[in-house]
């Protein structure tokens, strides 16, 4: 990502975001995209102190605002803390990105318990724990009309993976099926107090986490059959996105789930036939 894919507007201008998992990849992006909004930015890191750190650094060298702080989404004291230190620190919370996640792959037959608990605890389980400690806190604090329309904003980093069946990887597809009702629920029981939920689903991003989808050009030659737009997408698609999500000039956008993915989701695979 580059400096010039910011707006360099600061529409966010006031408000603090946390991004759950942004020392690396997507949250990352986002992380940055917010700071450069305008937003304090609460960059959330469970292993990758120095990923973390680097984030804090390039938010703060461009005259934004940001901390680190460590926190394991799926566990709830984890969660309490890094609100707790957020709230000290900025006063309170007025956006919280949901994008902390992980993969851990196995044929069905053979996916351990672990393997099924780990993706479930985060990906699902660290969503529900960090949407319900945000919607605390919006509540608590109570609306701040000069700074944004909404109560609050939530927004999960979801996946195409909500909609499309993936072999190999059940425990990540009910994770984000999960999410995907978790957040229209939420969204029609928290709309009424004027908190604004909605998820990002991404299709194939150029991060750590699918690096051999797409290090080698045959592999990435692979993933582009399944792209219609023909190009692998970048932290920055999801990141600006994330922005507007978050930004007044999308207010009365709720309880959706907004699909970036080149195309991933139009089946291409019928392109020619079916
Ligand atoms: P990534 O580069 O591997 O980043 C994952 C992030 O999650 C890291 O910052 C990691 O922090 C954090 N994390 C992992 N376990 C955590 C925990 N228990 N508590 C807090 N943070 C934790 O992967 P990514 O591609 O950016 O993924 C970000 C999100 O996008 C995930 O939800 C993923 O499912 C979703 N997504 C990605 C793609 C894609 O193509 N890349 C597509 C669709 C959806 P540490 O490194 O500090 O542990």
């Not at 940055?32 to 959330?44: D, I, K, Q, Y």
Request: with cysteine.
């Amino acid at each position: 990502m580059t400096a010039n894919h910011s707006s360099g507007e600061k529409i966010l201008a006031g408000q603090t975001a946390i991004v759950t998992g942004s020392s690396s990849g997507i949250g990352a992006g986002i992380a940055r995209e917010l700071g450069a909004a305008g937003a304090n930015v609460v960059v959330n890191y469970a292993g990758n102190r120095e990923g973390a750190d680097g984030v804090v650094r390039r938010i703060t060298e461009g005259g934004g605002r940001a901390i680190a702080v460590q926190a394991d989404v799926s566990r709830e004291e984890d969660v309490a803390v890094m609100f707790r230190k957020s709230i000290s620190t900025y006063g309170s919370v007025d956006i919280l990105v949901s994008n902390a996640g992980v993969q851990k792959d196995a044929p069905f037959v053979d996916m351990t318990i672990d393997q099924w608990n780990r993706v479930i605890g985060i990906n699902l389980t660290g969503a529900f724990l960090c949407a319900r400690e945000a919607a605390r806190e919006f509540i608590r604090r109570g609306p701040v009309p000069e700074r944004s329309s909404a109560l609050g904003k939530i927004i999960f980093i979801s996946s195409v993976h909500e909609i499309i069946p993936w072999a190999g990887h059940v425990n990540y597809a009910a994770s984000k099926g999960g999410v995907m009702l978790f957040m229209k629920s939420i969204a029609q029981e928290l709309g009424p107090q004027k908190i604004r939920v909605n998820s990002i689903a991404p299709g194939a991003i150029k991060t750590p986490i699918n690096r051999s989808a797409w290090e080698t050009s045959e592999a990435e030659a692979d993933l582009l059959t399944l792209i219609p737009y023909k190009r692998v997408g970048e932290p920055v698609d999801i990141a600006r996105t994330a922005v507007w999500l978050a930004s007044d000039a999308s207010d009365y956008v709720h309880g959706t789930s907004l699909v970036v993915d080149g195309g991933m989701t139009l089946y291409p695979g019928f392109a020619a036939g079916g």
